[in-house]
């Protein structure tokens, strides 16, 4: 069976179909035909395979297998269709150039990244996002850099070559990686002064069709640099949705798009502000509550309260910490978002002892928690024992 021609390498651009039948095979996963010829990218070097339709048959997996192309169908196609017969049929347009230019944009990347001794390690084209691996930490501002340089690339709208040679022809380019060690004829994707690699996927005839490139998001991997990235129409949807999120907070805070840093800033500044100042009331009103309750249990050694409900284990927890300053054990229940609370603290004395205490509550709330003997903490998820728990507790703290 001769070798199945690829009309994707030399016709990117094109996406219509007529071609001959040379078989056709029923397997558990669908149908699968080999063609003499095909405009259908088959799964290769991390791109996606094309989807589309063959005489009204979804296309919904393409692959290599040694020299052919096989198609597998989401339906057989009609019966009356033989070996031998032509066929027609279109691949998605849209989809095909969208990864076209993702993945013609990661050679850019990866070149301009290369330039600054950086290496690419791995590459994975996403439905929603691209990512390639860098061989070390690389720096935001760096990145930055890199994709300025992209970008510029691009919008000098270089020429893309493709050669096909012999392995013996290609020391005569330099190539940015070397290519695998079992093809003997390559097939080398040129942009014009720029970069030199070995590639079998789809490629526009010029930078300029790639549109622009966005790394979106840095991440740690393995010691190395995990860049994401967009390309294309990808990258004017992301930049016209941060566009109009940054309009938008513009209007909200009454500043310019340049100002919404600042004002975010002062902001967040105020909020941290806010909450030491109302850590400080809360706590100065936990220690009025907590200097009334012994005043109101001036013959006890046991304080037991419940906070307001909502207050939380916070708040319980400062009211404790505000009685045993008073010289008493505090026993505190609060109930906050459906959940029960409790603190159990006292002075270090060995007649006092919070775990037992709390172990002794715990079943009533059944919650769980841990501690010592001179402080100890749970929670549990049956807020209506609370009274009982403290109860409990409270007849179990000092030992027997």
């Known amino acids: 069976m001769n070798a199945t021609i690829r009309l994707y390498e030399s016709e990117p ?29 088959a799964t290769s070097g991390g791109q996606p395979h094309d989807t589309g339709a063959i005489e009204g048959s979804q296309v919904v997996d393409v692959r290599k297998e040694g ?19 032509s066929v027609r049929g279109r691949v998605d347009a849209p989809r095909r150039l969208d990864y076209l230019r993702q993945h013609h944009g990661q050679h850019l990347l990866s070149s301009a990244f290369a330039k600054a001794g950086i290496q690419t390690t791995a590459v994975h084209f996403g439905e929603e996002t691209s990512t390639l691996d860098l061989d070390r930490l690389v720096s935001p501002e ?29 020391v005569k380019y330099q190539l940015r990686r070397e290519p695998g060690v079992e093809d003997e ?36 991997i393995r010691g190395g640099t995990r860049v994401v990235f967009l390309c294309g129409e990808r990258a004017l949807r992301d930049a016209n ?15 310019s798009t340049t100002g919404v840093g600042d004002a975010i800033l002062k902001l967040k500044n105020g909020e941290k502000d806010l909450r030491r100042r109302a850590r400080a009331l809360a706590e100065a009103l936990a220690e009025f509550r907590a200097a009334a309750l012994v005043s109101a249990s001036a013959n006890s050694e046991v304080v037991a309260s419940e906070v307001a409900e909502g207050g939380g284990a916070d708040e319980a927890a400062m009211l404790a ?52 003997a001179v402080l100890a903490r749970g929670s549990g998820v049956r807020a209506s024992g609370m009274a009982a728990a403290i109860r409990n507790a409270a007849s179990a703290v000092i030992r027997k």
């Open 321 to 372: 910490a505000g009685i045993v300053k008073g010289g008493r054990v505090a026993i505190i229940g609060a109930v906050a978002d459906g959940r029960a609370h409790l603190v159990i603290s006292a002075p270090a004395n060995p007649r006092f002892d919070c775990a037992f205490a709390l172990a002794a509550a715990l079943p009533f709330i059944e919650g769980k928690g841990g501690g010592n």
């Open 241 to 255: 949705a941060n566009g109009s999120a940054m309009r938008a907070l513009a209007r909200d805070l009454s500043v």
């Open 67 to 85: 020299a052919l192309i096989v198609h597998r169908l989401a339906s057989p196609l009609p019966a009356s269709v033989e070996p031998g017969n």
């Open 142 to 170: 760096k990145v930055e850099k890199i994709v300025e340089l992209t970008n510029q690339i691009v919008l000098e709208d270089r020429e893309v070559r493709v050669h096909t040679v012999s392995r013996d022809e290609s």
């Open 185 to 220: 004829m390559l097939r080398l994707v040129e942009v014009d002064g720029f970069d030199t690699t070995p590639c079998s996927g789809t490629h526009p005839r010029r930078t300029g069709q790639v549109g622009p490139v966005a790394a979106i998001a840095l991440e740690k």
């Open 13 to 41: 651009f094109t996406f219509d179909l007529e071609a001959k039948l040379i078989s056709r095979t029923s397997t558990g996963a669908g149908e699968e035909i080999i063609l003499d010829r095909t405009v259908f990218f």
